[in-house]
């Protein structure tokens, strides 16, 4: 087949751009990780408590091998799901969200007329603190005071298993996870 002659897997893969969908080199990296499989198709690996040290070893400089190739499985099925052909029994989940100031000249306008604290403890050199950081300097009270502040977004999706307990998001919604 052409697959024998032109395939050849190995470290230089993880350059190639047919990394993720690439026989030759999910082959290479099955044979590498060593796997058996049941008649069912499960993946069976040896426990690493049972190797011995010199295999051990080996397995730890193919495992570069391999979580390279898993790499680019897990970044070409997330790129395919964004664009709406989502792997079955997979779905998108927003990112965690990281939480950032909406308006900082805003923030530090009305922030002596709420809080407690001093100027000088909103920043930390040489700019102002994060939502998170402010937060743990103020009293529990005053904490709640910061959320018309505050703007959290998500810088992305995952794509998970389905039974994970995170909230579907439809492809192509990073925007409405956004900062607005």
Same mark, same amino acid.
């Given at each position: 087949?052409?697959?024998?002659?032109?395939?050849?897997?190995?470290?230089?893969?993880?350059?190639?751009?047919?990394?993720?969908?690439?026989?030759?080199?999910?082959?290479?990296?099955?044979?590498?990780?060593?796997?058996?499989?049941? &008649?069912?198709?499960? $993946?069976?690996?040896?426990?690493?408590?049972?190797?011995?040290?010199? %295999?051990?070893?080996? $397995?730890?400089? *193919?495992?570069? @091998?391999? %979580?390279?190739?898993?790499?680019?499985?897990?970044?070409?099925?997330?790129?395919?799901? @964004?664009?709406?052909?989502?792997?079955?029994?997979?779905?998108? #989940?927003?990112?965690?969200?990281? *939480?950032?100031? *909406?308006?900082? @000249? +805003?923030?530090?306008?009305?922030?002596?007329?709420?809080?407690? #604290? &001093? *100027? +000088? +403890?909103?920043?930390?050199?040489?700019?102002?603190?994060?939502?998170?950081?402010?937060?743990?300097?103020?009293?529990?009270?005053?904490?709640?005071?910061?959320?018309?502040?505050?703007?959290?977004?998500?810088?992305?999706?995952?794509?998970?298993?389905?039974?994970?307990?995170?909230?579907?998001?439809?492809?192509?919604?990073?925007?409405?996870?956004?900062?607005?």
């Amino acid at each position: 087949a052409w697959q024998a002659e032109y395939l050849n897997a190995g470290e230089h893969c993880r350059f190639c751009a047919a990394a993720a969908t690439c026989p030759a080199r999910a082959k290479h990296a099955m044979d590498l990780a060593a796997a058996e499989f049941t &008649d069912t198709g499960e $993946m069976v690996l040896q426990e690493p408590a049972t190797m011995a040290p010199a %295999q051990l070893a080996d $397995m730890l400089r *193919r495992a570069r @091998q391999i %979580q390279h190739w898993i790499n680019a499985v897990e970044e070409y099925a997330n790129a395919e799901a @964004q664009a709406g052909r989502i792997p079955p029994g997979f779905k998108l #989940v927003a990112k965690r969200a990281t *939480r950032s100031w *909406r308006d900082e @000249q +805003a923030f530090l306008a009305a922030a002596p007329v709420f809080l407690s #604290v &001093d *100027r +000088a +403890a909103l920043f930390a050199e040489p700019k102002l603190l994060s939502p998170a950081q402010l937060e743990k300097k103020l009293p529990k009270g005053e904490r709640d005071m910061l959320s018309s502040f505050v703007v959290s977004a998500s810088s992305g999706t995952n794509l998970v298993p389905i039974d994970d307990a995170r909230p579907t998001v439809r492809p192509g919604a990073e925007e409405e996870f956004s900062a607005t």
